[in-house]
């Protein structure tokens, strides 16, 4: 009995080893993609900070701006785009986005533009209408697809389809923090005019100030989509990584475990032999 006993210790022993091997190389990979999704991180955000901030200034500077993305549509419909990973092993980093997801969802029509596998997966799945299902790999998506995904859900905004669009993304704050957020997109919501305009002078666009505000618009959601696209990945490298360093601890403490008590059955089962020949001797 004891002869099995160990047996099988030493079989979870080895286990765990082939388990720790694992957890140990996706935690370096991990590491390996996360230095290239901050840069890319870092790449980005100068392109979106640009574009957000001549969309601020024309309406700052442009006096009875008039345009369809400053106003809500008649439709109470929300289009939620979600942006979630496409492999688990990422700690709660698909299901806090996901959850974050649920709670916009509540009580609203709502319609799903779900990126990443585990998005489309989940809301298939909850059957929630999806807007499309062509973005289930979301690390294959390219700016190009942001910028086309912005073109689209800019005209449906504009044909009254959707009354607000709303971006659910994972924020990468540090290696340690990775946040959820949501962030209206459509309608937008520009800061207000904190100076007076009589101590400005207006700038002036051509064609028109709507017209280069239309024509930026689209743009600009590209630029937030892929923005928003960059910290998710990051985000889901940290959270892996993070991950897979635990999951590692945690193998080398069953290891540990699993080897004192292996030493303590083959130490009684050393014990018990002595025992049987001392008293057989004996006898």
Known sequence: MAGVSTKDIKN???SMESTKQITKAMEMVAASKLRQAQNRVTASRPYF???????SDITRTTRDLSSPYLKKPQS??????VIAGDRGLAGGYNGNVLKLSVQQMEGRDTTVLPIGKK?????????VP??????????DLSISDCFTIAKNISKAFLAGEYGEIKLVYTNFVSVLSQVPAVMGMLPLNVPKETESRSTKMDTVYEPSAEEVFAAIIPECLGGILYGALCESRCAEQ????????SATQNAEEMIAD???KFN???QASITQEITEIVAGAEA
């Open 238 to 245: 940290a959270a892996r990584r993070t991950a897979m360093d």
């Open 264 to 266: 303590r059955a083959r």
């Open 76 to 81: 109470d419909k929300l289009l939620l785009i």
């Open 49 to 55: 900070e640009i574009l957000y901030q001549t969309i």
């Open 12 to 14: 979870r022993i080895r």
């Open 130 to 139: 999806c807007h499309t299902e062509a973005y289930s790999e979301a690390a």
């Open 258 to 260: 699993l080897t004192l």
């Open 119 to 127: 998005a489309v997966e989940y809301f298939r799945s909850h059957k």
